[in-house]
Nanobody
Framework: QVQLVESGGGLVQAGDSLRLSCADSTRTFSSANMGWFRQAPGKERELVAAISWLGGNTYYANSVKGRFTISRDNAKNTVYLQMNTLEPEDTAVYYC????????????????WGQGTQVTVSS
């Protein structure tokens, strides 16, 4: 059973940085493509960043390209999302997700989800 636990959210000001972490308690983490999604009030959940199971391939939504960086440490069963130059538009609940089938940059490939962590960026 995949269990994903996010941490690192909070309230920051525009221009600040945050790093989100997502830990997976199972031993299958290293074979999973991992993604970070976000959902703002009244909006659809969107795929923000994704990383392939070996970490060699990454995907970023245009809205975060150049500001966010996804990485993973398979020895620690953890995926990270470094968020720099945060903007009020980045305010959302951020979810970590795992996919064991399909393509890492396709949001419909993701089957397992964390509980989410709130990121709020004030102007």
């Amino acid at each position: 059973q995949v269990q994903l636990v996010e941490s690192g959210g909070g309230l920051v000001q525009a221009g600040d940085s945050l790093r989100l972490s997502c830990a997976d308690s199972t031993r299958t983490f290293s074979s999973a493509n991992m993604g970070w999604f976000r959902q703002a009030p009244g909006k659809e959940r969107e795929l923000v960043a994704a990383i392939s199971w070996l970490g060699g391939n990454t995907y970023y939504a245009n809205s975060v390209k150049g500001r966010f960086t996804i990485s993973r440490d398979n020895a620690k069963n953890t995926v990270y999302l470094q968020m720099n130059t945060l903007e009020p538009e980045d305010t959302a609940v951020y979810y970590c997700a795992a996919a064991y089938r399909g393509t890492y940059y396709r949001k419909d490939a993701y089957e397992y989800w964390g509980q989410g962590t709130q990121v709020t960026v004030s102007s």
